[in-house]
Nanobody, 122 residues
Framework: VQLQASGGGLVQAGGSLRLSCAAS????????MGWFRQAPGKEREFVAA????????YYADSVKGRFTISRDKAENTVYLLMNSLKPEDTAVYYC????????????????WGQGTQVTVSS
C-alpha cells in the first residue's frame, strides 16, 4: 500500500484547509489511518486517527473540536478537515497506515505518505 497526501498550503489564522490521503492498495477494516505532524525543531506528533472499519475517531487534545478526520471507503481516501487554524498548527502533515490497529505513536505505523506543508500565518 502506498499513500499520497495532498491539500496543504498557506492560510491565515482562523482559516480552514482539508488534507487528503489516497491509498493505492487495499485498506482492510482492521486497519487504522492516522495523521501526524512535525513542526521545525520539534518531534513528530499524533494529530488524529480513524478506524477504517468502524469509523471510530481519535484526536490529540490540541486539535480536538477544530479538526475532523474522516474516510471514504469507496475512494480509499482519508481526509483531515482543519478549521480555526492557528499559527502553532504550522507543520508538515503526514498520513500513515497502521496494519495492526489503533496506536498513537508513529513508530507503530507501517506505511507513510510523503508529507504536505501547512503554514498558518498570524
Amino acid at each position: 500500500v502506498q499513500l499520497q497526501a495532498s491539500g496543504g498550503g498557506l492560510v491565515q489564522a482562523g482559516g480552514s484547509l482539508r488534507l487528503s490521503c489516497a491509498a493505492s492498495g487495499r485498506v482492510f477494516s482492521s486497519h487504522v489511518m492516522g495523521w501526524f505532524r512535525q513542526a521545525p525543531g520539534k518531534e513528530r506528533e499524533f494529530v488524529a486517527a480513524i478506524r477504517w472499519g468502524t469509523g471510530g475517531t481519535y484526536y490529540a487534545d490540541s486539535v480536538k473540536g477544530r479538526f475532523t478526520i474522516s474516510r471514504d471507503k469507496a475512494e480509499n481516501t482519508v481526509y483531515l478537515l482543519m478549521n480555526s487554524l492557528k499559527p502553532e498548527d504550522t507543520a508538515v502533515y503526514y498520513c500513515a497506515l497502521n496494519f495492526h490497529g489503533l496506536a498513537f505513536s508513529g513508530v507503530e505505523y507501517d506505511r507513510w505518505g510523503q508529507g504536505t506543508q501547512v503554514t498558518v500565518s498570524s
